[in-house]
């Protein structure tokens, strides 16, 4: 059983940063994929980001694109998201979760386990 935790969301304003984390226990994370997803008050959760196995290849959605960074730390068993040049529209409550193997996919299916989320919020 792995246990997920995410941390560092909080209330920033447009064209900031932060860098969350998402931390794992119970099981190394360094066999599988990690992806990042978000869902903003009344839509559906969205895939934001993933990184392989040992974060030598990243995929992000177009709309993060450019502006947000997957990496991890496998010794740390630790996950990071760095989003810089944030939007009012980045404001959700952001997951993390590990896939069922090293590659990543866009599809919430592929993933087993998951964060309970930590809230974003961009003022503008």
């Known amino acids: 059983q792995v246990q997920l935790v995410e941390s560092g969301g909080g209330l920033v304003q447009a064209g900031g940063s932060l860098r969350l984390s998402c931390a794992a226990s119970?099981?190394?994370?360094?066999?599988?994929?990690m992806g990042w997803f978000r869902q903003a008050p009344g839509k559906e959760r969205e895939f934001v980001g993933a990184a392989d196995y040992d974060g030598t290849n990243t995929f992000y959605s177009d709309s993060v694109k450019g502006r947000f960074t997957i990496s991890r730390d496998n010794a740390k068993n630790t996950v990071y998201l760095q989003m810089n040049n944030l939007k009012p529209e980045d404001t959700a409550v952001y997951y993390c979760a590990q896939s069922r193997s090293i590659m990543w996919s866009t599809r919430e299916y592929f993933y087993d386990y998951w964060g309970q989320g930590t809230q974003v919020t961009v003022s503008s």
């Open positions: 119970g099981r190394t994370l360094s066999r599988n994929a």
